[in-house]
């Protein structure tokens, strides 16, 4: 009946309105709402806890990780590794001492990273740490390798921009001023090198002392791993327990 009231339209999916589907314009706005919120609460959430920190210590890139005495910046919501800028209104008035980043600096391009660590040396108090990890692009392991480089299988290294090796880190030296201390990696014939370090400067998940395969739900077949390390490389990757590692450096502000 003309003027009679009815249901709007559905499309197969059960969306009232073509523009409230997953992409639409109203889902793409509302998407756009709540990420404003979200950012506004974590930097009230980080600022908050900077407030009550006078010797911080620093996740970047923590995506949720929370460790007694630290505090963690998820995303660059909290703070942008290379806005120089924003890292200086966070520690204007605070003494910066370690800063802890776990296989965060793959996803930016190599010239990117070296910005960042850039800045971070820059606001670093004398003496202070950066502890970084990353995919270790010498691991002698194919089947790691496919995984964790730039567009690998893993659905994370989708987002990789850089596959990092041992061969990388004097020019971040040069670059920054920072001075490096390698504590695990593996050098380009695949040979396995690691100094005993604790967790004082920061906790890394992903190394040989720390790392545990995860569930069944986990992307990696971890019995490949092994298997797909050279044949003169297995005793001593076996006899030291090696699976999944990475390039591991304490970088210091002299």
Excluded at 27 to 32: E, G, K, Q
Excluded at 124 to 135: I, K, N, W
Excluded at 177 to 199: C, I, K, N, Q, W
Aim: proline content about 5%.
């Amino acid at each position: 009946m003309v003027g009679e009231l009815s249901d709007p339209p559905q499309n197969s999916s059960g969306y009232s309105n073509v523009c409230d589907h997953p992409g639409g314009m109203l889902w793409r706005l509302r998407r756009s709402v709540a990420n404003i919120r979200d950012t506004k609460q974590r930097r009230t959430e980080f600022g908050a806890a900077l407030a009550r920190a006078t010797d911080v210590k620093l996740v970047v890139g923590a995506n949720g990780t929370r460790f007694d005495g630290w505090i963690s910046a998820d995303s660059e919501k909290e703070l942008d590794l290379l806005d120089r800028r924003a890292w200086e209104r966070a520690f204007a008035h605070k003494r910066l001492r370690h800063v802890l980043a776990e296989h965060v600096f793959e996803h930016l391009t190599f010239r990117g990273a070296v910005k960042g660590l850039g800045v971070i040396h820059e606001m670093l108090e004398p003496g202070g740490t950066l502890r970084f990890a990353v995919p270790d692009a010498y691991h002698p392991s194919s089947y790691y390798r496919d995984m964790v480089r730039p567009g690998g299988h893993e659905p994370a290294a989708r987002e990789h921009q850089y596959f990092w090796s041992i061969e990388d880190i004097p020019v971040v030296e040069r670059a920054t001023g920072f001075r490096a201390e390698p504590l695990e990696y593996f050098d380009s014939e695949g040979s396995f090198h690691a100094v005993p370090f604790t967790d004082e400067r920061g906790y890394i998940q992903r190394c040989s002392r720390h790392y545990h395969p995860r569930g069944r739900d986990s992307d990696w077949d971890y019995s490949r791993i092994a298997a797909t390390v050279p044949e003169r490389l297995r005793g001593e990757f076996g006899a030291r327990g090696l699976t999944y590692t990475s390039l591991l450096v304490d970088f210091v502000k002299d």
